[in-house]
């Protein structure tokens, strides 16, 4: 029987993940099926194992569980089976948390379709992809300029994604907590922590987020959705 590559694609925007499958099978590349389309993030590593997927392309804006677990679910059961982010986000800090999760490819929505193949080429003989202009540490500045990417500046605070991904998940429960005007001794005592620890957290959050008081920080959080 011939070998055919079992692709599962996982994305929450279907409309992504149709036009995305069409690339695939238009491509003149190793032999493939694509076993799977994906929208569910609770689904992903149930049918990687089911389905004994060898290559998965999937998004990372997913939670519950978010994609770093499922990526690391996935390495974790099925060590063989490739996995290659889709992401319109560039960030070197999310790219390289990826990677850290067991990413072996990274590639951007944002490039062109024609790299689809070669990013099958480096994936299929064992070695890491990346697109062009993503990077897993920081890209040196040309005269002091930021690099931009399809002629835009790259900007962390662009949407709600990337805002989450700078703060642990315990910051963000207690941001949460902090925009319901709980204080620090209310929200230690729903956590269980220390008020000290909190007001630690709640220092970082603010650090991260850079803004200067509480006020300014629910305002934040209200503003780019994160409540």
Known sequence: MNYHLNILVADNQKLFSESFVSLLNSIQGPPMRILETISESELILDKVIELEIDLVFMDLNFSNPDSMEIISSIK????????????AYTDHKLV??????????????????????????????GNTFLSDG??????????????????KK?????????????LTKRE??????????????EIADRLYISHQT??????????????????????????????
Request: aromatic fraction near 6%.
């Open 96 to 125: 390289k948390k990826a990677f850290i999760s067991g990413a072996d490819g990274f590639y951007s929505k944002n490039n062109s379709s024609e790299e689809i193949l070669k990013c099958f080429t480096e994936l299929e003989i």
């Open 198 to 227: 909190v007001g630690v957290h709640r220092k970082n959050i603010m650090r991260k987020l850079n803004v200067k008081n509480t006020v300014n920080l629910i305002r934040f959080a209200i503003d780019h959705q994160l409540i």
């Open 172 to 185: 963000q429960e207690i941001l949460l907590l902090i925009t319901k005007a709980l204080n620090n001794k």
């Open 154 to 166: 790259t900007n962390l605070y662009q949407d709600r994604f990337l805002i989450q991904q700078k």
């Open 134 to 151: 993503v990077y897993i540490t920081p890209p040196q500045k040309v005269n002091g300029t930021a690099p931009q990417v399809n002629g």
């Open 76 to 87: 974790s059961e099925r060590p063989n089976t490739k996995v290659c982010v889709l992401s």
